[in-house]
């Protein structure tokens, strides 16, 4: 004889411990969730508005130069290690954990110009408005000891920046020209010249080490190859660049930092037209620098902002400013992709979230899975306009709204004549000139 009994089994549905979370039976069968997308959206937009209150990119300043900040670089081996050059000559090195200054020294008689750790992270190098390059050990001095150059070199004019070789005992720097430099040697193993008065940026390929690429005062970008004893080629541009920076992760992409507020990332191959125009800052660009993975890049601007571009894109997705902070001169990504490191005119050195709503700490695995799963979310209705309304929402200061709705009267005023111009000539002899060919003027082999 059959007898039906329920049988439950309390392992299914009671707690271990009461600090333990209820356990709820869930049935995926789709047929059962008529609302999952409506309800899925919901998510989707609360958790935007949550990203948008909780962004607070800002997390510290770093005071303590007495003039202000002109160049800063990493360290190669230790993430914790920042140094920082001043408009007065002085080097300092920080500890950005403790956010404080762990090695004060002065370097140069006027402004420091450039520095560079070495690949190996024992020393660094800096450049100075003094002509001398000297390399400094990384190491605090010893009791008793003086803060002396390990090697001081004397050249024969101003130098304006200074890279470092990814793996030789090799340096470069620029001036009045480029030159390479072997660490073992006083004079330079070679000097590339080609028709131009000054340097104001110097930079190794990460990826092919063998390249360079320097901005020149005559408002061109020369690419080097070390091997060869002439400059591979240059693209001559409408206005000056101040600085470049090339991929780390893709070997013919470099973005550089442009006179006319825009920054412009090339394909070294194909020099003619850049790959992409990045637009949104409203006053000269002073300084780019890459995410160490290659995705997205951070400019730094004469308007007093920081802007993040993703390399592909024509606009920011984020833009970071201060009451307090003035020009932004210098700017650093750091190489755990979650810090931005900008140095200013007011002396001060902030350090910036990467990504503004990102929790820092320590996250329990609910908490990751929590986050995880509204980015998705959030990727998945990112085109709604809603949403996407919210999530590209920036306040911005009251004089960079106003010049950037000028601007954008002044393109669409230019824009008109254009086709007005167009409208009235002869079929064919006012072309289309795209925004990209627009600021490339030739370029030269």
């Known amino acids: 004889m059959k007898v039906k009994v329920l049988s439950r089994n309390p392992d299914d549905y009671v707690r271990e411990t009461k600090l333990d979370i209820q356990r709820v039976p869930r049935n995926y069968d789709p047929a059962l969730h008529p609302f999952e997308v409506s309800r899925e959206y919901t998510r989707a937009l609360n958790a935007t508005k949550l990203e948008r209150v909780f962004a607070k990119p800002f997390l510290a300043s770093l005071d303590g130069h007495r003039d202000g900040v002109n160049c800063m670089a990493k360290h190669t081996r230790n993430l914790s290690t920042l140094l920082s050059g001043s408009c007065d000559g002085e080097v300092k090195l920080w500890n950005l954990t403790k956010h404080e200054c762990v090695r004060t020294l002065q370097a140069h008689e006027g402004f420091v110009r450039g520095m560079v750790v070495r690949y190996c992270g024992t020393s660094f190098f800096t450049v100075g408005d003094d002509k001398t390059i000297k390399q400094w050990k990384m190491e605090a001095p010893g009791y008793g000891e003086e803060e002396e150059p390990l090697n001081t070199i004397l050249g024969k004019t101003v130098f304006t920046g200074l890279d470092h070789h990814q793996k030789d005992a090799v340096f470069a720097t620029c001036g009045q020209q480029v030159d390479i430099w ?38 061109s970008i020369v690419l080097y190859d070390m091997r060869e004893s002439a400059p591979l080629k240059k693209v001559i541009m409408t206005m000056r660049s101040n600085t470049l920076c090339w991929n780390p992760m893709e070997a013919y992409y470099f973005t550089c930092s442009n006179e006319d507020y825009n920054l412009y990332t090339y394909d070294m191959r194909y020099l003619d037209r850049p790959v992409t125009v990045h637009m949104d800052h409203v006053s000269a660009v002073l300084d780019v620098d890459y995410s160490p993975t290659g995705k997205e890049f951070v400019s730094a601007s004469f308007d007093k902002t920081i802007r993040i571009f993703p390399k592909d894109s024509g606009h920011s997705r984020e833009v970071y400013h201060t009451k307090r902070m003035q020009h932004v001169i210098c700017i650093k990504w750091s190489s755990d992709n979650k810090y931005i490191l900008s140095g200013s005119d007011e002396m001060n050195i902030r ?95």
């Open 351 to 445: 350090l910036w979230k990467a990504n503004a709503a990102e929790k820092l700490g320590v996250l329990a695995p609910r908490e990751r899975q929590a986050a995880n799963y509204s980015q998705k979310l959030k990727e998945k209705f990112q085109h709604h306009p809603q949403i996407r309304r919210i999530a590209h929402h920036r306040h911005l200061p009251k004089n960079i709204y106003h010049q950037t709705k000028e601007l954008r009267v002044m393109k669409e005023a230019r824009r008109r004549k254009e086709r007005n111009v167009r409208k009235h000539s002869k079929p064919g002899s006012v072309p289309v000139v795209s925004e990209k060919e627009k600021h490339v003027v030739t370029v030269v082999k």
């Open 182 to 219: 072997d660490e073992q040697r006083s004079s330079p193993i070679r000097s590339f010249t080609w028709g131009v008065d000054s340097f104001s940026s110097v930079r190794f390929n990460p990826v092919e080490t063998e390249l360079l690429a320097s901005c020149a005062s005559d408002r």
